[in-house]
């Protein structure tokens, strides 16, 4: 079986990610950083996301599997004193694979012909450089609101308990092939109206958004950060590919939502 690990880059994440190859050379795993099986992300959510970019030309051949090195994330569920009994299970096979839906976002352009399409593993956010952003949203072609505020935020359904939760988002289950649209700061008074409440939607719906006001935006994928110009249109759609996770026991996703939210608040 042929491995790759991406770490967060820290003492301790480096020094696993030693342990780990050592391990994993024992068991005869090959590394393989162009077309691995397996990628281990050794650090927390915010790594595993950037493991995540780094092999999206390969989703259908590669498994990934989260070691935290900080607080347990929605990703990364393996303690760091576990990685010889995580390598045995990887050489054993002992483990499932499960798949969650990802986001497809594509945008148009004014002027140029070709599109630019991205994944995103959490969400999608626009934000206009100046002070309101403006947008008519769209839903399965036909108009649904215009929107003014500071910004709107299309999320994954394991994206749901990131930035869009910060937002006023349901939590979503993982295993439903959804989107969900959360607003940041709408503008709701006598002139202006939104629907004030986070829209979810299913897998054979889009949702397009079009530019009102400036043809320039910042439009976030994951942890990417980009500044699009002369933007006719961003589109949503659920993708029909699919993250893989090697899953090696039980974690129920209400669980991970109970520890992270919930249990340490007394």
């Given at each position: ?9 820290d ?12 391990y994993?050379k ?24 950037h ?67 991205y994944l ?16 008519d949203?769209?839903?399965n072609d ?8 500071d ?39 006598r ?31 994951d942890?990417?950060q ?29 669980r991970r ?10």
């Amino acid at each position: 079986m042929k491995y790759s690990i991406q770490s967060r880059n820290d003492k301790l994440s480096n020094q696993l990610m030693d342990e780990a190859i050592n391990y994993l050379k024992g068991f005869g795993f090959v590394y393989d950083k162009d077309e691995p099986d397996i990628v281990l992300s050794i650090g927390g959510d915010g790594t595993l996301l950037h493991a995540f970019h780094k092999y999206s030309y390969r989703l259908e051949d590669t498994a990934f599997v989260g070691i935290h090195t900080g607080h347990l994330g929605f990703y990364a569920d393996w303690k760091p004193e576990e990685i010889e009994k995580l390598v045995i299970s990887l050489a054993r096979k002992e483990f499932d694979v499960i798949e969650y839906p990802l986001l497809d976002v594509t945008i148009n352009y004014r002027e140029q012909k070709d599109s630019t399409q991205y994944l995103a593993l959490n969400e999608s956010s626009i934000k206009s450089p100046e002070v309101t952003l403006v947008m008519d949203v769209e839903l399965n072609d036909k108009h649904f609101e215009r929107f003014r505020g500071d910004g709107l935020c299309m999320s994954t359904p394991s994206g749901s308990t990131a930035y869009s939760k910060a937002l006023g988002g349901a939590i979503v289950h993982p295993s439903l092939p959804t989107m969900q649209l959360t607003e940041m700061a709408s503008i709701n008074n006598r002139v202006f109206r939104t629907v004030g409440a986070p829209l979810i939607l299913p897998a054979h719906h889009k949702c397009v958004l079009k530019p009102v006001k400036g043809p320039d935006f910042m439009v976030t994928i994951d942890h990417l950060q980009l500044l699009h110009k002369d933007v006719k249109s961003i589109e949503y759609r659920v993708s029909t590919e699919k993250i893989r996770f090697a899953r090696f026991r039980p974690f129920p996703f209400w669980r991970r939502v109970r520890n992270a939210f919930i249990e340490n608040n007394g």
